[in-house]
């Protein structure tokens, strides 16, 4: 069956919040996948919530990307931007580090 998933891109002026993960050393936006009953917008904002501490309101749809021929029947991926609203900056199981990097400065191992 194939899997519905969102990345959150969250900006701070000319700066973007990545997630170092646990699992695989690289660097990514914020995201996952979409649970049962849940809406898009709800999984974004749960989401960035678990790996970063943040809450934060989606802005914007910035596309809708899929992987037809992944895994399982394929992957379909919705991309938001979306604004802090509260929150501190908090580490878990899934993310080492979280930081903000200016975009003309990101760190090379991070994922497409």
Known sequence: MP???TSVVVFDENRVLLTL????PVWIVPGGGVEPRESVEQAAVRE???ETGLQVEVVRVV????????RSGGDHEVVVE?????????????TSRIEFFPLDDLPSD???
């Open 3 to 5: 899997s519905l998933g």
């Open 82 to 94: 979306a604004c802090v609203v509260s929150g501190k900056i908090a580490t878990n199981y899934e």
């Open 21 to 24: 993960r646990t699992d695989v």
């Open 48 to 50: 960035t919530h678990e």
């Open 110 to 112: 991070l994922v497409p």
């Open 63 to 70: 596309g809708v990307y899929s992987r037809p021929f992944w």
